[in-house]
Nanobody, 120 residues
């Protein structure tokens, strides 16, 4: 059973930092790209960052480039999102996700999300 469990969200002041973690289980973590997405109130979910299986390739949404860093530890089956210089517009529920080959089908899996609130 695929599970993704995010943690690390919270309330932070503008300009502050947070690190999110996503612990994965139920699949061979090192074989799949991993993603972080977010959804703000009243807005569609948007991709924030992706990382390749080995961690050698990453991509970011323009809105977070230079401020957020995605990384992974395949020994711990965990993906991280380091967020620096946070802005009020970063307030959202953050989700990790993976598209996993399951019984011959590519199936998207999502965690339950972790709330990040940037406010003074």
């Amino acid at each position: 059973q695929v599970q993704l469990v995010e943690s690390g969200g919270g309330l932070v002041q503008p300009g502050g930092s947070l690190t999110l973690s996503c612990a994965a289980s139920g699949f061979v973590f090192s074989k799949y790209n991993m993603n972080w997405s977010r959804q703000a109130p009243g807005k569609e979910r948007e991709m924030v960052a992706t990382i390749s299986r080995t961690g050698t390739s990453t991509n970011y949404a323009d809105s977070v480039k230079g401020r957020f860093t995605i990384s992974r530890d395949n020994a711990k089956d965990t993906v991280y999102l380091q967020m620096n210089n946070l802005e009020p517009d970063d307030t959202a529920v953050y989700y990790c996700n993976a598209v996993v080959l399951n019984a011959g089908n590519w199936v998207p899996y999502w965690g339950q999300g972790t709330q990040v609130t940037v406010s003074s």
